[in-house]
């Protein structure tokens, strides 16, 4: 692989990178250069194992996604990780899985390092609403149906996320559900509640750009049934369907009332 000079990274002590998804090719040239750069990459759970698998055998690794079978380390804990590690000249990968920036706690570990005095940078990642998206064959945006795209939490610090339901229930509306599994009936409720259409499409795409990915389907009035098929990571996609050419593809199931 040709190798690309990352100018800014070169004084930053702790590199945010995205990971991407899962799989290798949708990983960008900069993460990959700042993985064989890098003394120590820190990483999370949902990071692909063929991602994992390009680190170089003389790069030291830190899982901060899960003690065994355990909870997941303590926020605290991974920053106390990456100052160390900084603070001993190590050149710090902080290694999250899809993009940095969504979804990431990237701006509780960066203020961790301005406490410190530490320079970081941030080389986002594909995140896992794009790829699931061009899995089902579809844009995120299109003239005529959407012209915004909601990315949004099923559930945050509180529990059950709230949301501008009325809006997100008008025709046409896309959204990229992240975290969705556990409150599939709540969003469900809340949407039908105001107004959007039981028919609405509704796509789930489980395990996106990894090899065993799956991709269910069907309207809103299902979203519970059509969730509780995936066992792995998975985002909803409201307002989308698989495009037909897709649908054939074994890995496509479909959920009808
Ligand atoms: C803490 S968020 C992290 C999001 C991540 N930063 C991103 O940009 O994709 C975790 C949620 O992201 C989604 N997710 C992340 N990776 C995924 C994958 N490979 N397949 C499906 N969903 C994924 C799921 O909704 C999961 O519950």
């Not at 997941?72 to 899809?98: D, P, W």
């Not at 299109?142 to 610090?157: E, W, Y």
């Not at 489980?206 to 389907?217: A, G, H, L, T, Y």
Request: glycine share 10%; proline share 5%; with cysteine.
């Amino acid at each position: 692989m040709q190798n690309v000079p990352l100018p800014f990274a070169a004084c930053a002590d702790v590199t945010f990178v995205g990971a991407g998804p899962g799989a290798a090719r949708h990983l960008t040239l900069g993460a990959y250069q700042a993985l064989q750069d890098a003394d120590v990459v820190v990483h999370d759970r949902l990071v692909g194992a063929e991602v994992l698998a390009l680190i170089p055998a003389r790069v030291r690794r830190i899982d901060v996604g899960k003690e065994g079978f355990g909870p997941s380390t303590a926020q605290g804990t991974i920053h106390t990780v990456i100052v160390t590690e900084a603070r001993a000249g190590h050149r710090v990968v902080r290694l999250k899985g899809g993009d940095v920036g969504i979804f990431g706690r990237l701006d509780e570990e960066i203020e961790a390092l301005e406490a410190a005095g530490l320079p970081f940078a941030i080389l986002p990642g594909l995140t896992s609403a794009t790829v699931a998206a061009a899995a089902l064959g579809q844009s995120l945006t299109k003239r005529g149906r959407n012209k915004s795209l909601r990315i949004v939490t099923g559930h945050d610090m509180e529990g059950f996320a709230e949301q501008d339901w009325r809006g997100l229930a008008q025709k046409g509306e896309v959204a990229a559900i992240y975290m969705g599994k556990k409150s599939a009936r709540y969003v469900q409720g809340r949407l039908m509640m105001h107004g959007a259409d039981p028919a609405t499409e509704v796509s789930v795409v489980e395990n996106v750009s990894r090899p065993d990915q799956r991709i269910f389907e069907g309207p809103l009035s299902s979203l519970p049934d059509i969730v509780a098929q995936a066992h792995g990571p998975a985002v909803i996609l409201f307002g989308l369907a698989p495009r037909r050419a897709v649908q054939a593809l074994p890995f496509v199931k479909e959920a009808r009332a």
